[in-house]
């Protein structure tokens, strides 16, 4: 596969069927109100691993070989990614090896040891995981899973639009958060192959807004620096995830963290609904004048997971 395209989005889907969960799409009048249009929320907070990550994962682990399936997968990650690889693993009965940063949240080293995987600290930078990763690889023959740079990633992630689209097919516009590209690289292919005259809008922190200044440059742009509260968005675009973007994305929105607090509290209040940062990112692009100067009135808006501490929402909501 050097591309990705509707069919392998389709093919995704099919790979998925009876492994990860068809989410509930949900609508909220309040919301509608707030955003001056209909909203149509994809809830990927309720899917396996509170994440859309598990879409991806099983996709790429699902299309192993038997011998490279016996040597297993190694990925870094200390969020989402690593906790839906590890399920992966475990649901083809496979090795996983995840690297992952000294420090990260003790919520989610329990998540990926309860899923079974072998945990492997590093130093908390991007040059050391990669270079852990590697070693373990080496080490085991395992086969590297990218959180997001990855064909076969690309493709399941798509299947969060592909739902999405089945069901709500008359959509004017499309809005998914952007960190790596994975999620809104998949929602650029599912929804441009279902339907070539759907807007597709980017959500992005002012904080971590690399692909909203790349975009803007027509160039990758690399994140340096990243500071917001929505830290499942603070990774760079890949060098696969960026062409999609830049050729299918019409704009990136970029809310600051006050709007996203302001974005999770309300959906929180009126859904009744979990959600962390990086879905408010998307709501908070959903409720804003960016948007409603677009003069679209049916939109779709991709949660992208819940995965927070309740103490740390209760600090945030506080």
Known sequence: MSEVTIEDVRTAAHRLRGVAHVTPVVTSRLMNEAAGC????????LQRVGAFKFRGAWNAVSQLSEDEAAR???THSSGNH???????????GVPAHIVMPRGAPAVKRAAVAGYGARIVECEPNLQARETMAAAVAAETGA?????????????GQGTAALELLTEVPD?????APVGGGGLMSGTCIAGHGLNPQLRIIGAEPAGADDAARSLQA???????????????LLTSLGDLTWPIIRDHVECIVT?????????????????????EPSSA??????????????????????????????????????
Do not use: M, W
């Open 218 to 232: 027509g160039k990758l742009i690399p994140q340096t620096g990243p500071n917001t509260i929505a830290d499942g």
């Open 281 to 318: 990112t998307a709501v908070a692009v959903a409720l804003s004048a960016e948007v409603r100067g677009l003069g679209v009135k049916r939109v779709g808006v991709i949660l992208s997971g819940g995965n927070i501490d309740l103490g740390a929402l209760a600090g945030l909501l506080a």
């Open 82 to 92: 690593a906790q839906a690889l590890a399920l992966a693993a475990r649901e083809r």
């Open 171 to 175: 959509l004017d516009a499309i809005i």
């Open 38 to 45: 209909k909203l149509f929320f994809k809830c990927e907070n």
């Open 143 to 155: 086969a590297f899973i990218h959180p997001y740079n990855d064909l076969r990633i690309i493709a």
């Open 72 to 74: 297993g997968v190694v």
């Open 255 to 275: 809310p600051d963290d006050v709007d996203i607090l302001a974005a999770l509290r309300l959906f929180c209040e009126r859904t009744k609904l979990i959600i």
